[in-house]
């Protein structure tokens, strides 16, 4: 039996589906999300299905295993309130995976306390890109990046 790869789906820029769009990214079930982070019972499958559509939030340490187990960083999963600039920044890369086909052009300085962060940030994701439109990465290798940075 042959397996086709499906590149997964954002549906919306919530946390729930973030986690969704990774797990399906590192093709597990909800079941076998449920199983590394050691739930139990008939309703294991329930807890994951409600922190994907928006009915539970993960508390932080639940949040944190989610992001081990997933092999992301905790901010590309986490709520944002836009109190960090690192909240601004994973929103850009997951609007571009929400609307592929719109191309996100942002200056790449910025002239306030946060300049640098920023700044380093949409160096970075114009290479990526690059790398990415010249096939010098695979999708798979931007979206790690994206996970990750």
């Known amino acids: 039996m042959r397996l086709i790869y499906l590149k997964p789906k954002l549906n919306d820029l919530s946390q729930g589906s973030r986690i969704a769009f990774v797990r399906q990214f590192r093709q597990l079930t909800q079941d076998e999300l449920a199983d590394k982070l050691k739930l139990n019972g008939e309703r294991k499958r329930r807890t994951i299905a409600n922190y994907e559509n928006g009915m539970r939030t993960p ?48 200056p790449i300085t910025y002239y306030n306390g946060n300049t640098l962060s920023i700044s380093k940030f949409m160096k970075e994701w114009y290479e990526m890109r690059l790398k990415r439109s010249k096939r010098e990465i695979t999708y798979e290798e931007y979206i790690e990046w994206k996970l990750n940075f």
């Not at 960083?73 to 850009?92: G, H, V």
Request: net charge negative.
């Open 59 to 106: 508390k932080d340490d639940r949040l944190l295993e989610i992001a081990n187990i997933l092999n992301v960083k905790k901010n590309s999963i986490k709520e944002y309130d836009f109190k960090e600039p690192i909240d601004i920044i994973y929103s850009l890369m997951w609007l571009e995976e929400l609307y592929p086909e719109y191309q996100i052009d942002l």
